[in-house]
C-alpha cells in the first residue's frame, strides 16, 4: 500500500510541471492527492516450537492426572494492528483421539484447562474448556497496536472430576486458537 | 490548458485514485482478522497397578488376617480328626487398567503343599493326605474368575480372564478351603507339616 502512494506522487511531481510550464498562460487546476492507511491486522510468527506438548499426562502409579502437568509458553512476534483491535482466545479440550468411544466407568477420555493470551490488553483474554460462558475469552483494546503475544496453558483437570482416570491413548490433541480483530 | 495536458491530468487523477482505491478493497478486507492456532497434545501410556492387599473384615473363618503379604491359616486340620478345617478370607486390591487387559490368576503348587520338599506321595500311606486343595475366586469390575487349586500335581496353574475394557477399583480374590478337603479322600488326616501356596496376580496386556 505505502509503495502505491510513493508511486502516484512520482507520476505527479515529474507531469505536472511539465505540462504547466509549457503554458504561456497561468492556468490553475486543482489536483487531489489520496491516500489511506488500511485497516490491518497481522498475527506475527510464533516462536517456541508451534506447539503446546504437555508429554505424559497420568501418574503411572496411580493412573489419576498429573498434578505438575505444563508447557512452555508460546509467543507471538511481530504481531501488529493498526487500529483499535479485539483479542479473542478459543481453545479445545484435549481429547483422546484414538479411544473414540465413551469410556469405562471411572474413567475419562478428556483433558479441559486454560488458555491465556496476554500482553496485547492490560488485562489477558483467557479461555477455560468445558465452561459454558468464558467472558474473558474476548479482550479490547483501543488503540493501534505491535508487540509480542505470550499464549500460554495451565489449570489442567480431568474432564468429569478428579476420581476419574484418563483412557490409554497414544495421542490427546486439542487446539488453542488466538485472533486479533480490527475494529472499526 | 489544452485538451491532451486536461486528459493527461484526468488520466494522473485517476491512476491516484486507483493506487489509492486498491488496498481499501477485498484486497485488505481479509487481514481485517489474524488468527493463529497452536495444538496441545500429550499421551497416557497403557498402564496397570496394583496396590497392596487388605483384608476385608467380616468374612474371615479361620483365618485372622493378612500378615505383610501372606494369608495365615490359623487351625489347619482338626485337632481330633486331623481332617481340614474350613477356611477362607477376602481380600481387596485397589488396581487399575487404562486399557483392554487381561486378569492372569497362578497359583505356584496348585494347592497347598508341604513346605517340607521331603514329604510326598511316597513317605506316606495312603490313608494320610499330604496336600490341600482351594478355591481362588476373583471379582474384577464386571468379571468374575475362579482357579481351583485341585492339589492332583504340584505344578504351576493358571487361570487367564480377558477384559474388554479398562477397570479401576477394588479387585476382590476369596481364597477358600473346604471342610475336610485333601487331595486323597475326604475328611483325609493330613500328614504333619507347615502347608502353603504363593498365588499370584497378573494385570497384564492381552
Redesign the interface.
Known sequence: MRSSLVIAAALLAGSLPGTALAQSNTSTKNVGIVGTVPIICAGGTLTGGNTFDVGVLIDTTTGFLRSELSAPDQTLAGSYCSTRTTINVVATPMTAQNFTVTPPEGFSRQVDYTATASGWTTTPASYRTGEATNPAATQSRNSAFTGPITVGIGGFATTGGSALRLVADTTYRGTVTVTLTAVD | ?TKR?NL??VA??T???V??A???SAQ?AA?????????????????C?MQRGRIQGGALININGLDGDTLRILQLTDPQTLAARAASATISFEA?C??PHRVRIESQNNGLWPTDGRISASTTSTAFAYALPYQARLTW?DTNGRLDANAKLRQISEQRIDVN?????DMLLRIEVTQGASNTGVNAPLLAGAYGDTLRIFLEPR
Open positions: 490548458m495536458n493527461l491530468a494522473l487523477a491512476a491516484v485514485a493506487l489509492a486498491q488496498p481499501a485488505v487481514a481485517r482478522v489474524a488468527a493463529r492456532s497452536m495444538p496441545v497434545i500429550g499421551s497416557t501410556p497403557q498402564v497397578a487399575f487404562n486399557f469390575g475394557h479398562a477397570t479401576a477399583g
